[in-house]
């Protein structure tokens, strides 16, 4: 039994020879060493960041929530908030005139150029004044006519009383005649007016400037016929120097304001071009409107500036910055270090022992990155300006000096809008 399963054994084994492995090439075996140094750096890196692992968390303990965090820190101090009122406004004119023909007549000449600046009297323009010279000239020889009549009048009154004093005529005569020179020296009268009229006509042909200011462009052309019931006119006149700024403001700021100017008080008034970043002119509040607006609840003020340098022009939109009063010495602070939550407004005070606690502040107006502290702060306090985000009440705290450029707390400036940055 056992030689037949040897036997059994030897035929399968020469049935199915074993097979043996071929050699393997140069260019495989590179190939593989090439993955086995591949796998063994990444392992390697693989082992570092492991390593290293530790060591960054503790890193980040350090300022995170088990280390002390750091921030920049802005002392509270005294300094002068301006209270200023932001507005939109639009530059008008104090006197817009239509040069306009009182007469009508051909025009013949127009003696000013589009754009120039002409003062008040300057020769504009000028009507056709013959029709008018003979009118006057006329008028002229009936007045004298009847001045004639009149002095015959009066010769023949004188004479009539003298013989009805004598009782040579009838009484009833030199009464007659009396009225006689009566009419004739109303005559006189109404010859005397015509004769103004017509000379005032005749001075209506010369077309003077009624105001000072630039002209705009010729509305009508040498040689057209004019008449004084046409609604174009010949030019307009804008006055430029001075000129005003109409802007608009809540009602609520009404008071504060009514209370300088009755106090005599002089506010200025700053304008900027549209963007709010170029400083046109500064003036001085010229008058408050007689009444509020119902439909929107502002009032209008009208400020007046000099325009020296025409840097203001009618009907340009600007940006009008009224200071309305100066708070001095006043306790101040970074807008920066103001924080907002469930208990309103509050900073994070910095303590002795290099932690912060939460103070409760009431601010007043903001002016040029400061805020007024109405309670809450004294001056000399130290509140976070920068890195309040992750702070919590009873936060350790390490100090560091801000950014180059970064001034967290300085002197007051030319001011913002009155009421930003309140909280209560």
């Not at 010769?155 to 009484?171: F, G, P």
């Not at 340098?309 to 602070?333: C, G, M, Y």
């Amino acid at each position: 039994m056992d030689d037949l399963n040897t036997q059994e054994k030897q035929d399968a084994q020469e049935a199915h020879p074993a097979r043996q492995r071929p050699a393997l090439s140069p260019r495989v075996t590179r190939r593989r060493g090439l993955w086995i140094a591949i796998i063994l750096l990444l392992g390697g890196a693989l082992a570092w960041w492991m390593h290293s692992r530790p060591a960054q968390q503790t890193q980040v303990g350090r300022f995170g929530l088990g280390g002390p965090m750091p921030v920049v820190a802005a002392a509270a101090q005294h300094g002068d908030i301006n209270i200023i009122d932001n507005a939109l406004g639009t530059v008008t004119a104090l006197a817009t005139v239509t040069v306009q023909t009182q007469i009508n007549g051909q025009l013949v000449e127009v003696a000013f150029k589009e754009g120039q600046n002409v003062q008040r009297g300057d020769f504009l323009a000028q009507i056709d004044p013959r029709p008018y010279q003979a009118a006057l000239d006329q008028a002229q020889g009936q007045l004298q006519k009847d001045q004639a009549s009149l002095k015959m009048a009066q010769m023949d009154l004188t004479r009539y009383q003298k013989l009805a004093e004598q009782n040579s005529i009838a009484r009833q005569q030199a009464e007659d005649q009396a009225y006689v020179v009566g009419q004739d020296e109303g005559t006189v009268n109404l010859d005397q007016a015509q004769l103004e009229n017509a000379k005032l006509n005749l001075a209506y042909c010369h077309i003077v400037a009624p105001v000072g200011g630039r002209i705009g462009l010729r509305l009508v052309d040498p040689g057209n016929y004019v008449q004084a019931s046409s609604a174009t006119g010949i030019a307009v006149i804008t006055q430029l120097q001075p000129i005003s700024v109409v802007f608009t403001l809540p009602e609520d700021e009404l008071p504060a304001i009514l209370k300088q100017m009755h106090a005599g008080a002089t506010l200025t008034v700053t304008v900027y071009d549209r963007s709010n970043m170029t400083k046109l002119a500064t003036g001085t509040l010229a008058a408050v409107d007689s009444q509020i607006d119902t439909t929107t609840g502002t009032v209008k003020l009208r400020a007046q500036f000099d325009n020296a340098d025409e840097s203001l022009f009618p009907n340009q939109f600007v940006n009008a910055r009224l200071l309305v009063d100066v708070l001095k010495d006043a306790t101040v602070i970074p807008t920066a270090a103001v924080q907002r939550g469930a208990p309103g407004a509050f900073v994070y005070l910095v303590k002795p022992d290099s932690t912060v606690t939460v103070q409760i502040v009431k601010l007043g107006p903001e002016d040029n990155g400061l805020v007024l502290v109405q309670s809450g702060l004294a001056a000399g306090d130290q509140v976070v300006v920068d890195g309040a985000d992750k702070l919590r009440d009873g936060a350790k705290i390490a100090l560091r000096q801000a950014q180059s450029g970064a001034t967290p707390a300085s002197g007051g400036g030319t001011g913002v809008q009155q009421g930003s940055g309140n909280g209560q």
